[in-house]
């Protein structure tokens, strides 16, 4: 069974750094690209970040480029997103979600087939 | 980047009836458009991929048509776990990765 637990989630100040993490079980994790994605109180899904299999290929949204990193540790079967200068806006839940889909000429297409139960972020002073 | 739009924003039905959820891009995105399920403090829940194939343990109830920028999903028959917030996501052209804005299918 496939699991994905987050963990790393609090209250921090504005202009804090915070580190979440997303231990992952039931899959062969160094096989899969993972992603991150959020959900501000009561609004919708954001896509935030995504890492692929192989080292150095990550992507994120533009809304937090430059200020969080993706990464994983296929030793450790975990995730992990770095989140620096966090603003009030950045406050919501963060998923941590397995990639699944295709792969043609190179570019690989992907939805989220399972997904953690999330993390809270609030940003506050 | 492209753009999803869902409608309707809420949509009222009563148990045992139908329910017509659509998904418009903004641009085609062919086949590549997935659908969930969110329920109120829980994560999101695959439901449909590439834009008609059910995930894995969905029943058979829920339907998705479409391609190119028009989308449904069909949930015959609702049952009172359908009740919920539903949202579309291109993967298509990325980054970014593109949700619509959701669907609240309540009950009437």
């Known amino acids: 069974e496939v699991q994905l637990v987050e963990s790393g989630g609090g209250l921090v100040q504005p202009g804090g750094s915070l580190r979440l993490s997303c231990a992952a079980s039931?899959?062969?994790?160094?096989?899969?690209?993972m992603s991150w994605v959020r959900q501000a109180p009561g609004k919708g899904l954001e896509w935030v970040s995504i890492?692929?299999?192989?080292?150095?290929?990550?992507f994120h949204a533009d809304s937090v480029k430059g200020r969080f990193t993706i990464s994983r540790d296929n030793s450790r079967d975990t995730l992990y997103l770095q989140m620096n200068s966090l603003t009030a806006a950045d406050t919501a839940v963060y998923y941590c979600a397995k990639a699944e889909g295709y792969c043609s000429d190179g570019t690989c297409y992907r939805y989220f087939d399972y997904w953690g139960r999330g993390a809270l972020v609030t940003v506050s002073s | 980047e492209i753009v999803m739009t869902q409608s309707p924003v809420i949509l009222s039905v009563s148990p045992g009836e139908s329910a017509t959820l659509s998904c418009r891009a903004s641009q085609s995105v062919a086949n590549n458009l997935a659908w969930y399920q969110q329920k109120p403090g829980q994560a999101p829940r695959l439901l449909v991929y590439g834009a008609s194939t059910r995930a894995t343990g969905v029943p058979a109830r829920f339907s998705g048509r479409g391609s190119g920028t028009e989308f449904t999903l069909t949930i015959s028959s609702l049952q009172s776990e359908d009740f919920a917030v539903y949202y579309c996501q291109q993967y298509l052209d990325w980054p970014p990765y593109t949700f619509g804005g959701g669907t609240k299918v309540e009950i009437k």
């Open positions: 039931g899959f062969t994790f160094r096989t899969y690209a």
């Open positions: 890492i692929g299999t192989s080292v150095g290929n990550t």
